[in-house]
């Protein structure tokens, strides 16, 4: 039998090689920095590690495509009120409300603030 073959009823199978890593945006050291800051996390597995990495990527890749996408104006930029309007009209991404906050003035601010001491 050839190197890197197996036999199987008379059949020859090529040896299964796993396919190349796909290349990750985001460092890995970062990342697991990350990780490492919840005080549940003890030690991160590798594939872990890449797994996390790469559905991070594919989470911010999918909030600014629909971003993007819901975006009313003809320009060809993305900018964080953008990103804010998205998760303030978008149930999906709610859970980001406290992370991406509508900007307001600080005047504006003040004067709620008023409001609600006064109501």
Known sequence: MAAGARRREGLRFPARRSP???PLALPLSRVKLIMKSCPDVSSINQDALVLTAKA???????LATYAYKSNSSEKKELSYNDLADCVE???????LADILPKK???SEYLKMLEEEKDG
């Open 89 to 95: 009209n978008c149930e999906t991404f709610q859970f």
């Open 56 to 62: 991070t990527e594919l989470f911010v890749q999918h």
């Open 20 to 22: 190349p890593p796909a």
């Open 104 to 106: 307001i003035l600080a």
